[in-house]
């Protein structure tokens, strides 16, 4: 078949566990339904054995297979080794024991046919599976050859519990995915495609990211920002082989790269990111910035300086969270603040140009334990589920020595009621069974009011759980 464009593909595969499983992939590849002079396989390997370089020797002629050793290195570095190595204007990524389907190549070269701007998702069946749970997820698990590509897709689309999450998500949204407000948290590396071009403008991957986990994503990120166009590949089909792991320990690294992420780019979709996980975050997004208009409202008449409120002063270095408007800002008591409207946001940094100013809701932030003397939360907390107020009292008991909470409204705000519903039935992030989460205001005690009641403290966590970005040991300071 000839492809409208004209390009051809470089696939990229880094290999550091399983060379049976690398077999896998390796024999789809050398099965697909165009002619093989369209692609070329790149596989990057730190971890070689005489096994391995075996089986890329029974394979290195059809298609081309350009094979590399090198000393241990993150996925990030070995995936951009493939990148700058590869010979042709479309890049594939997939990872050892992913097996493409017969039309896999084809369909994301298509996808480029016709723009360098373009950022393919396809769909992989088995995610998240290890060899322990596949017995419980499948029927008659013995009888699976992971070597015979087209019975084992016929059987893996009849297994729902293989499905790939993401495609129900996508489907639902309209629009598809391309209309999601981050059609980037689904730029999954196991199958996944961009331009070489494009991947090079945007910086490759950041090798910063130590382990594997969410630098895919950050990627993603910065593709989107570059004016990549998302597109979802539903026939683009592949097939994830079970493998071990240790899912605790994925989850505390997936944590590390999440801050990481969020401190490079500390913005609110990268906060949602962070907070909701990328399954859940494109629902609750855009419930959580239309708080935007509504937090900008509550400043609208006016209010008096934070002097007035009778705040303690004797604090040195502190934070505004939901600045509202310049009005509260005083810049001789707050080092920096959080804001979640844009033009709100551009205000401050006019009027304030030497302060620290971030597009945050504050439920994560990109702050150390304890950066600040004291953390202040305006009145956007009424605007906030119990659920997501408890969280923001959590996450300002870790980054504050003190807490205070103002009331200092005269015109209550309605609750948003869709953000209400989104928190309830979406915040229910994959770490949470590893990290414990306030969802109830009763984690706290409110021990002072300020003058005329304008003002709360709040105590640390009963149970000095200070959790918020980190798996934080510390203990408050004194």
């Known amino acids: 078949m000839a492809l409208l464009g004209g390009k051809k593909a470089s696939i990229i595969i880094p290999a550091h566990t399983s060379a049976n499983n690398l077999e896998y992939t390796l024999q789809a590849l050398s099965t697909q339904a165009i002619s093989r002079t369209l692609y070329e396989i790149v596989v990057i390997s730190d971890a070689p054995s005489v096994v391995m370089r075996d089986i890329i020797s029974r394979f290195a002629t059809s298609p081309e297979i350009r094979y590399l050793e090198v000393q ?50 396809g769909y992989t069946f088995g995610l998240e599976i290890t060899p322990e749970t596949f017995p419980l997820w499948v029927s008659n698990p013995n009888d699976w050859d992971f070597a015979t590509e087209e019975e084992l897709f016929d059987k893996a689309g009849r297994e729902p519990d293989l499905k790939d999450w993401r495609d129900l998500r996508v489907r639902l949204a309209d ?88 401190r490079k780019f500390p913005v609110i979709e990268v906060e949602a990111l962070v907070s909701f996980d990328c399954a859940n975050m494109n629902y609750v997004l855009p419930h959580i910035s239309a708080l935007a208009n509504l937090n900008r409202s509550i400043w609208a008449l006016g209010k008096p300086p934070l002097q007035d409120l009778g705040f303690p002063l004797d604090c040195v270095k502190n934070l505004l969270v939901g600045c509202g408007s310049t009005l509260l800002f005083d810049p001789a008591v707050f080092e920096a603040g959080l804001e979640i409207d844009l033009k709100t946001l551009g205000e401050l940094r006019h009027h304030f140009p030497h302060k620290q100013f971030y597009q945050l809701l504050g439920i994560s932030t990109p702050y150390e334990d304890f950066t600040f003397d004291a953390v202040v939360i305006s009145d956007i907390w009424r605007h906030l589920p119990e659920a997501l107020l408890s969280r923001l009292l959590q996450e300002a008991a870790r980054i504050g020595k003190r807490v205070f909470l103002l009331k200092n409204v005269e015109l209550v705000p309605k609750h948003n009621e869709e953000l209400f519903e989104a928190i309830l039935r979406y915040d229910r992030p994959y770490w949470e069974r590893e990290t414990y989460l306030s969802r109830s205001v009763d984690d706290f005690n409110f021990v002072t009011n300020g003058p005329a009641n304008q003002w709360l403290l709040i105590e640390a966590l009963p149970r000095g759980k200070l959790i918020g970005n980190h798996n934080s040991s510390s203990s408050r300071p004194s």
């Open 72 to 121: 241990e290195c993150c996925v990030s570095a070995a995936r951009n080794m493939g990148i700058r190595l590869a010979k042709h204007e479309v890049i594939i990524f997939l990872d050892e024991g992913v097996i493409p389907s017969r039309d896999f190549v084809r369909i994301h070269l298509e996808a480029h046919d016709n723009s360098k701007s373009v950022a393919a998702i």
């Open 175 to 262: 629009g598809g995915l391309a209309s999601m407000p981050a059609p980037w948290a689904f730029f999954w590396t196991c199958n996944a495609s961009a331009s070489k071009e494009k991947l090079v403008e945007v910086g490759l991957f950041d090798e910063r990211f130590e382990c594997k986990g969410s630098e895919d994503l950050e990627l993603g990120y910065r593709l989107y920002r570059g004016g990549c166009r998302f597109e979802y590949l539903r026939n683009a089909l592949a097939f994830h082989c079970p493998h071990q792991r240790d899912r605790s320990r994925e989850i505390q690294l997936d944590r590390k790269n999440e801050t990481y992420f969020l």
